[in-house]
């Protein structure tokens, strides 16, 4: 019985009053992560994603490692940057995985394993992609900033076993929060397609015939995936399509289909609300009235 009560030393120590948590503006390891900031009390309509960009073109095999490292961090990536700014010493660092309590940090080291392959800046590796339509280049996550001051909805391209590796859930939780809407893959790992719903990420997949490199994709074209609106109306989209639209930027273009792989009745609640954590928040509210 005593066993959560502690000594004295234990009972002495200094803890913040109140029931929430007293979140330390200054930590570099436990910071308050903005997955409900402007949530509305109720989802918003399924809509289209119109004028896309693609933030990383990939090939085979992306693990969940190429997507949100857990190893060191460098002091000249866009993570260690943000540290020193914090006063925090290279030798201080840390690893993502010890800071997977500060989204921004995680944020920042997502994409940024160093053998990371973005076909839209050829011969290069590491977190390096090309803002568009001016192709300049820069790193994945100021790339991220920029769209999301234009209000440009991200696409990542992928082919076969996207997520592969053992389960990670900043996989999911980096990609969304540097604005990514959709993934397009060839195939998925099963957990990290799941968790990709779980974040309000639209996981497509191509056609049994269809690749990136068949269509002609550069990864340098604007993205609409249409229908999805109607197809999600339709109820459980398993087994159906939306049609995605890419324009490249001489005006040409070419449209394929891509499957929905919003696989259960469950996944397709949360990716209404915009992700399991939008769901879980409403379905307390609404169970304490």
């Given at each position: 019985d005593e066993v959560f009560t502690g000594d004295e030393r234990w009972r002495g120590l200094p803890v913040p009053a109140g029931d929430r948590f007293a979140w330390e503006p200054e930590s570099t390891y436990i910071r308050r992560a903005p997955y409900f900031d402007g949530m509305p009390k109720t989802p918003?309509?399924?809509?289209?994603?119109?004028?896309g960009r693609v933030l990383c073109l990939l090939g085979d095999s992306i693990t969940t490692d190429h997507i949100s490292p857990a190893g060191s961090i460098r002091k000249t990536s866009p993570a260690g940057?943000?540290?020193?700014?914090?006063?925090?010493?290279?030798?201080?660092?840390?690893?993502?995985?010890?800071?997977?309590?500060?989204h921004e940090v995680m944020v920042r080291g997502t994409f940024a394993n160093v053998r990371l392959k973005n076909l839209l800046a050829p011969g290069t590796e590491g977190p390096v992609t090309v803002h568009l339509p001016d192709g300049e280049q820069m790193?994945?996550?100021?790339?991220?900033?920029?769209?999301?001051?234009?209000?440009?909805?991200?696409?990542v391209i992928a082919g076969q076993e996207y997520g592969s590796g053992s389960s990670r859930d900043w996989a999911a939780k980096g990609p969304r929060l540097l604005g990514v809407r959709a993934v397009i893959a060839q195939s998925y790992e099963r957990i990290h397609r799941s968790n990709l719903v779980g974040m309000g990420i639209l996981p497509l997949q191509f056609l049994a015939n269809d690749t990136p490199a068949s269509l002609g994709l550069s990864g340098k074209e604007s993205f609409d995936i249409v229908g999805l609106a109607d197809v999600l109306a339709e109820g459980f989209p398993r087994g159906k399509d939306v049609e995605v639209k890419a324009t490249r930027p001489d005006g040409s273009g070419v449209r394929f289909k891509a499957?929905?792989?919003?696989?259960?009745?469950?996944?397709?609640?949360y990716y209404r609300h915009g992700g399991i954590l939008e769901y879980v928040l409403r379905q307390l509210r609404d169970a304490g009235r």
């Open positions: 918003e309509p399924i809509a289209d994603i119109r004028a940057q943000y540290l020193v700014a914090h006063a925090v010493q290279p030798v201080d660092f840390n690893s993502y995985g010890s800071r997977r309590g500060n790193t994945i996550y100021d790339a991220s900033v920029k769209y999301l001051r234009e209000g440009v909805p991200l696409i499957n929905v792989r919003i696989d259960t009745p469950q996944e397709l609640q």
